[in-house]
């Protein structure tokens, strides 16, 4: 990359190492993703108007983006921190303005019926619109746009990137997309324009239109399903439950491939009876095919004082959904469990091997068991990736 016409390491000598915190972020993204996606790129934040708001008297503002549709006065702003009133136009200050780029497998999403054994650019932006006590990355979710190192890249810089380097998914991730749907949104329809496709890694807080208009330009969506309790929500997220599921049957009615993550944190959410209830949901209101990802809980931000989950612990909930009829349950954040692997429904035998991130697809043929002939719910080559369209609202479905 070259930065006002000199190299990147001339260029951070000039300033010396202390001078631009952001020219360190801009480097460590340049490392990753490459001069495709850095060149043009501007170390300062961005600003852009929001997709999903409405106008009110006094230059007020209401956003339509997620559940808690906030009412923002002039010069205020939403509970996420990362959009502004700004004289009566409701506008989103990380529009771009990237704080984590990599490349990761599509297995660390986690999503494993889509693409296996590929790579995601995966990129996020500082904010969320919720509060978990457990987060892990907290240090930018957590924090405001302007306390976090971040630097722009426009959407063709980031999918001149993933070709590039031939991953061939964006995934937005790492923080919540929700709060960056505006360049979620652009960047996935310039995506797909130039063959790359995009999954958003999210915790589903978001309104109905909202969603409708992101999964005309997604390919994947995963969903962190915290708990299935209000009341774990309401304190451990300082959110509510009902929007989440109510996302899930919106991705459910448009089509779109979807897997669930719960993170099982030990006396909060671990009970055989909410798991059950869980597992029953999904069954009734995604159908058995839905894969359901169990991951390990580790100590972390304000929640310090339990423990890891116990893998009997994760072991007893694979076994609860699958019984409740769920055909493609996992067990994450948990090395050589068999729990990793996808096995055929219909003959028993693995299909998918994982060990960590090392995947041996090599029985999966044609989107089938290579024993039985089973079809096995997924998305598993490229052009179904691209191909996918959503379903048009059922009548009465479509929400305001």
């Known amino acids: 990359m070259v930065m006002h016409g000199i190299g990147r390491r001339e260029f951070l000598r000039t300033v010396g190492a202390g001078a631009c915190a952001l020219c360190a972020a801009r480097a460590r993204a340049e490392d990753a993703a490459g001069d495709s996606a850095t060149e043009g790129a501007k170390p300062q934040a961005a600003v852009h108007e929001a997709m999903w708001y409405d106008r009110l008297a006094d230059k007020a503002v209401r956003c339509r983006l997620c559940p808690r549709e906030c009412t923002v006065a002039d010069v205020e702003r939403g509970y996420c921190g990362v959009r502004e009133n700004q004289a009566g136009e409701y506008k989103t200050l990380v529009y771009g303005n990237l704080c984590s780029i990599n490349i990761d497998p599509i297995e660390k999403k986690p999503l494993f019926h889509y693409l296996p054994g590929t790579t995601a650019l995966s990129v996020a932006t500082a904010g969320c619109n919720m509060e978990c006590k457990f987060c892990q990355n907290w240090r930018v979710s957590q924090y405001r746009p302007e306390q976090v190192e971040s630097i722009v890249i426009p959407p063709e810089n980031l999918v001149r990137a993933a070709k590039t380097r031939r991953a061939p998914t964006l995934a937005y991730t790492y923080t919540e997309p929700v709060v960056f749907a505006e360049y979620v949104h652009d960047t996935a329809a310039v995506g797909r324009k ?50 989440v599921l109510a996302t899930l049957e919106v991705l459910k009615d ?17 009970s055989a009876e909410e798991i059950a209830g869980l597992a029953k949901w999904l ?51 948990v090395p050589f469990s068999e729990g990793e692997s996808t096995y055929c429904p219909s003959c028993g035998k693995v299909v998918i091997k994982r060990v960590g991130y090392n995947v041996d697809a090599s029985m999966l043929r044609s989107g089938g068991c290579a024993s039985c002939g089973h079809k096995i719910a997924g998305v598993w080559s490229q052009d179904d990736a691209l191909a996918f369209k959503p379903k048009p609202p059922k009548e009465g479905k479509a929400g305001g």
């Open 283 to 333: 069954v009734s209101h995604m159908g058995p095919d839905v894969p359901l990802h169990f991951s390990r809980f580790h100590p972390l931000y304000r929640v310090n004082n339990l423990p890891p989950t116990p893998l009997e612990t994760l072991t007893r909930a694979r076994k609860i959904s699958m019984d409740a009829g769920l055909r493609y349950v996992y067990i994450g954040n």
């Open 194 to 243: 130039e063959g790359v496709g995009s999954v958003m890694i999210s915790n589903g807080y978001i309104r109905e239109p909202a969603l409708r208009d992101l999964c005309k330009v997604l390919t994947a969506v995963k969903i962190d399903l915290k708990a299935f309790s209000e009341k774990f929500y309401k304190e451990q997220c300082a959110a509510k439950l009902a929007p």
């Open 254 to 270: 448009t089509g779109i491939h979807t897997e669930v993550v719960t993170l099982i944190v030990p006396t909060l959410n671990d």
